[in-house]
């Protein structure tokens, strides 16, 4: 449950190039609440497949760009 | 704070105080005279119905706080609650075998009755925490 994971995001600075929106407004619109986009942006939980790809197209970019995977080995 | 994460906040602020006021009642009756002459019964229903109803209580008040946030929950949330359930139903198991045991070497309904109510509040109390635990601190799948 709490092991790190070596999955990151760029949630933060999508939020800002996309006219700043705020926390709340991407929760809205990715279905969500606002303390999980916070959770997510801290690294504290990794979205399902399902909703990375919601927020993805929500700033209109792929999957990759929103979320990165670090290679073990860094 | 989510209405989940208050809901368990409720919990957590409910049980805790039930078990220990019913613990008062009951532990130096215990310790002072014969099992069958404790008065357990009417402190356990109280002690029930009152967790029942504070509990009840506390979700109508977490949820009058912030009433457009009281229906809203994410797979975040359900994933929290499913983590949580499985790690407090150990100790509703573990209360439910000691009662089984119990009732098996035909121990006084006393203890028994004890096994499976403090079990479930035990239960009840690492779930609430575990979920506030799993809130605040980091909760990963991948």
Same mark, same amino acid.
């Given at each position: 449950?709490?092991?790190?994971?070596? +999955?990151?995001?760029?949630?933060?600075?999508?939020?800002?190039?996309?006219?700043?929106?705020?926390?709340?407004?991407?929760?809205?619109? +990715?279905?969500?609440?606002?303390?999980?986009?916070?959770?997510?942006?801290?690294?504290?939980?990794?979205?399902?497949?399902?909703?990375?790809?919601?927020?993805?197209?929500?700033?209109? +970019?792929?999957?990759?760009?929103?979320?990165?995977?670090?290679?073990?080995?860094? | &704070?989510?209405?989940?994460?208050? #809901?368990?906040?409720?919990?957590?602020?409910?049980?805790?105080?039930?078990?220990?006021?019913?613990? /008062?009642?009951? !532990?130096?009756?215990?310790? =002072?005279?014969?099992?069958?002459?404790?008065?357990?019964?009417?402190? &356990?229903?109280?002690?029930?119905?009152?967790?029942?109803?504070?509990?009840?209580?506390?979700?109508?008040?977490?949820? !009058?706080?912030?009433? #457009?946030?009281? @229906?809203?929950?994410?797979? %975040?949330?359900?994933?929290? @609650?499913?983590? =949580?359930? %499985?790690?407090?139903?150990?100790?509703? *198991? /573990?209360?439910?075998?000691? !009662?089984?045991?119990? /009732? &098996?070497? %035909?121990?006084?309904?006393?203890?028994?009755?004890?096994?499976?109510?403090? =079990?479930?509040?035990? =239960?009840?109390?690492? #779930?609430?925490?575990?979920? *506030? !635990?799993?809130?605040?601190?980091?909760?990963? %799948?991948?």
């Amino acid at each position: 449950m709490v092991k790190p994971t070596l +999955v990151t995001n760029s949630i933060r600075s999508l939020r800002f190039a996309n006219g700043e929106m705020t926390q709340a407004d991407l929760a809205d619109r +990715v279905g969500v609440t606002r303390q999980t986009i916070i959770a997510i942006e801290q690294g504290k939980y990794s979205p399902t497949l399902e909703m990375a790809f919601r927020i993805a197209r929500v700033f209109r +970019v792929p999957l990759d760009e929103a979320f990165q995977y670090a290679d073990e080995q860094e | &704070m989510t209405f989940l994460e208050k #809901s368990n906040w409720v919990v957590l602020v409910v049980a805790l105080p039930t078990l220990l006021v019913y613990v /008062a009642v009951v !532990a130096p009756q215990v310790l =002072g005279k014969p099992i069958a002459e404790v008065s357990w019964v009417q402190p &356990m229903i109280f002690a029930i119905v009152g967790f029942i109803v504070a509990n009840v209580l506390g979700n109508v008040v977490a949820a !009058a706080s912030n009433p #457009s946030e009281a @229906d809203k929950n994410d797979e %975040r949330d359900r994933e929290i @609650d499913h983590v =949580g359930e %499985r790690v407090g139903n150990w100790l509703i *198991i /573990a209360g439910s075998i000691a !009662a089984l045991v119990l /009732a &098996m070497t %035909r121990a006084d309904h006393f203890w028994i009755a004890n096994a499976i109510f403090l =079990g479930g509040i035990a =239960g009840a109390l690492l #779930s609430s925490v575990t979920k *506030i !635990a799993a809130y605040h601190g980091s909760f990963q %799948r991948w």
